[in-house]
């Protein structure tokens, strides 16, 4: 299975503009530039696009592992923040944190952790990743 998404770019790299869209059409010649990503503006940018990856990614796995524990979430809410530092010359992730809410009727906290575990090493964002990788996991009664 391939996904594809294209970026165009035009100009240099302070006032240069650019545009990311998708195969499926969900990001359509979506903005983003200097200021979207190293300062603040409208638009996107490739962390934000990395955040949403990871998070999607790992709240799918989450209810897979949860599945395999005998569990069905009634929610699996996730926020990936990705990191983005100055490293030398130039710039690089340097972790990806994810923090969880999650609702699951019957699950004990042994069986949660399991399955948290599982989906943060699982999760094919997350081996994607060349980074550190931190979860903050909490259990809603």
């Known amino acids: 299975m391939d996904r594809k998404a294209k970026a165009q770019w035009r100009g240099d790299l302070m006032s240069g503009t650019g545009t990311i869209s998708t195969a499926s059409g969900v ?10 990503r190293f300062e603040q503006g409208i ?17 799918m796995a989450l209810s897979l592992m949860l599945q395999n524990e005998g569990l069905k979430a009634d ?28 609702k699951i009727p019957g699950a004990s906290e042994e069986a949660f952790q399991r ?19 931190t979860l903050n996991a909490q259990l809603e009664k």
């Open 27 to 36: 990001l359509s010649n979506s903005q983003y530039s200097f200021k979207t």
């Open 43 to 59: 638009g996107t940018n490739p962390e934000e696009l990395l955040a949403a990856a990871h998070a999607g990614c790992f709240s």
């Open 115 to 133: 399955a948290t575990q599982a989906a943060k090493e699982g999760c094919p964002v997350s081996k994607l990743f060349d980074t550190e990788i």
């Open 75 to 102: 929610s699996i809410e996730t926020t990936c923040t990705i990191s983005l530092e100055k490293e030398g010359e130039g710039f690089a992730i340097k972790r990806s944190h994810l923090d969880l809410k999650a």
